[in-house]
């Protein structure tokens, strides 16, 4: 076991003053934990994006048309988004996977793009449940499948990102149900909504969460799977996947940090792969990753979903790891410690 | 002129969530601001580091005896201290400039190793100037040297780093002296002071910037050499050439800054390539920062020196070029703006 005390004593060590780097020296030793070792590793690393629609979006919860959730399928297929831009830069594998858009991909299949469709987009969760328990467990499978996939490719790291529009609004569902807070609390602006989007986002939220706490003791999946979405379902699975794999997760915003109460409530211990990317502009994200123990690296104030926050994070975490592994100590030097 | 008003036009009209991206977003409108292209450019890439020995070490104002800037020089020129792990992991060109360390470079010399040796450190400013104008003009002119050289060879972004024990004392009074703050607010721990050590930094700091004001008007220059280091004013001079050719500075924390001030006072307008990487954790540099119109991109209590603050930001430029250069436009998309 390597525990904090032994991180520490390696970071303390080296042949700088101590605790000089800040955070950086506090993500090392994060790192170090979730990897137990003291040359941790960053490469290779994947993000896989998972896209789905929301029948929720009748009740006139987000600013932009369902139809653009397959339009930025699309656009990701083509290269073009800015999960694709970002993870080039950051030198990230990028793989794009349909749970349930409310329309197939209409372009090019590139070879890392899976269909694997539960349905054409959720029900409306305002109206019933979002899917069945045959659906939930079909959607945990897939993401439970694209973790095992990056575990046969020796990844390092994974990423979980989403494209889904209106999918803040199961989100909101699903932190005000497991990180136990009043579900105005959790209502953001996701996409741009405006103060009319905002209240709907506040009735249907209220509406779908009230009086099912009593109903998640009772089958925590039948009281998740009706308040959720696709894509949303598939990243928990990959998260808890991913762990039990012990692949390093850094995890991205509100939606994905969603899908991470999920995979922590129905898989315990999931949460200690997790490395927190960054606390997004949505309000509720932080008692979410409260909830998981977790610190952000960023506060940047970023909403845009396809694992873009992570994707900006995942650098600073190559440096952590480079302090870690490639730094002399001060003993090599022949120096003792004056600080 | 590329202007907020075009810059923001584009990162507005990206297929994405209006200002969903935050802070990288404006570090993307900056960077563009700073290169005068809504495709900024941030490879290659230059570190060079200047390291110097300070005489005011005599009145016990450092954690760590001399020797240990030497000691250090030799690990940067071996390949194993902090800066050279990190600037590895970030693709970094590394260089390492001696421009008056207490004894001459032990080890071998790698060829990016420079010797351009003022003195054998400088004189202690608490009993009289730190170093003579001709001493001042020479250590400038081996950092516009350097910046030459980088601007020779192409580099887009460059990092000025120091190693130098002793040099949060000089930088502290030429922020104090620059930035227009009482001595006391500009002393911090530097690399690990005590209160018997910070007590000596307040004396010496205080003492050598009472009247410096009035003297800085009659005669900047020897004002400035008066209170501060080799490494400092190479700094200065580096950041000065490359801002006049054109190179996008990446700058580091208290020391970086200090140099930076003094930078702009002697050539006003330098502070127009900058891009601040974080705020240090010592008390004086946020008054700098301001002082230079510069916002920090990290908050990350770090203060270990070498340009390591700058060099963990650095990939953070990559993803804000991206950002500019490699997303699709909504119109492109045949898509409207919904918020």
Redesign the interface.
């Known amino acids: 076991m390597i525990d904090d005390s032994i991180i520490w004593a390696h970071l303390d060590g080296?042949?700088?003053?101590?605790r000089?780097?800040?955070?950086?020296e506090s993500l090392a030793a994060k790192l170090a934990a979730v990897q137990q070792r003291l040359d941790p590793v960053t490469r290779p690393r994947r993000i896989v994006l998972f896209a789905g629609d929301h029948g929720v979006i009748a009740q006139g919860v987000s600013?932009?048309?369902a139809a653009?959730t397959a339009?930025?399928v699309d656009?990701i297929a083509?290269g073009?988004?800015?999960s694709?831009?970002?993870a080039?830069?950051?030198d990230c594998d990028l793989r794009l996977v349909d749970v349930g858009v409310a329309s197939p991909l209409a372009g090019n299949a590139p070879s890392w793009f899976r269909s694997a469709r539960i349905a054409d987009g959720t029900q409306d969760l305002a109206t019933g449940p979002a899917m069945s328990i045959a659906d939930f467990d079909a959607a945990w499978a897939v993401g439970a499948d694209e973790a095992k996939r990056a575990a046969d490719g020796g990844f390092a790291i994974v990423i979980a990102g989403e494209m889904g529009i209106g999918n803040t609004t199961p989100a909101a569902c699903l932190t005000a149900l497991l990180a136990g807070i009043p579900a105005y609390a959790a209502i953001g602006p996701g996409?741009?909504?405006d103060d009319t989007i905002i209240a709907n986002k506040r009735r249907v939220v209220a509406g779908a969460v009230a009086g099912l706490a009593a109903r998640l003791n009772a089958d925590p999946r039948a009281a998740i799977a009706s308040v959720s979405g696709f894509e949303i379902i598939a990243m928990a699975g990959f998260f808890a996947a991913a762990a039990e794999a012990n692949i390093t997760i850094l995890l991205d915003g509100f939606v994905a940090t969603a899908a991470a109460l999920v995979a922590e409530r129905l898989r315990p211990g999931t949460k200690r792969a997790m490395i927190a990317a960054h606390r997004s502009?949505e309000p509720g994200h932080m008692a979410a990753l409260n909830q998981l123990g977790l610190t952000p690296l960023?506060e940047?104030?970023?909403?845009?979903g396809e694992g873009?926050g992570a994707?900006?994070a995942l650098?600073?975490l190559?440096?952590a790891?480079?302090?870690l592994?490639?730094?002399?100590s001060l003993s090599e030097?022949g120096?003792g410690r004056?600080?």
Chains 1, 2 share one sequence.
Do not use: I
């Open positions: 080296l042949a700088k003053p101590r000089s780097l800040g955070k950086l600013a932009w048309p653009v339009s930025m656009t083509a073009r988004a800015t694709n831009a970002l080039a830069a950051q996409a741009g909504a502009a960023l940047w104030d970023m909403r845009l873009t994707l900006v650098p600073l190559d440096s790891a480079a302090l592994s490639n730094v002399v030097l120096l004056a600080d």
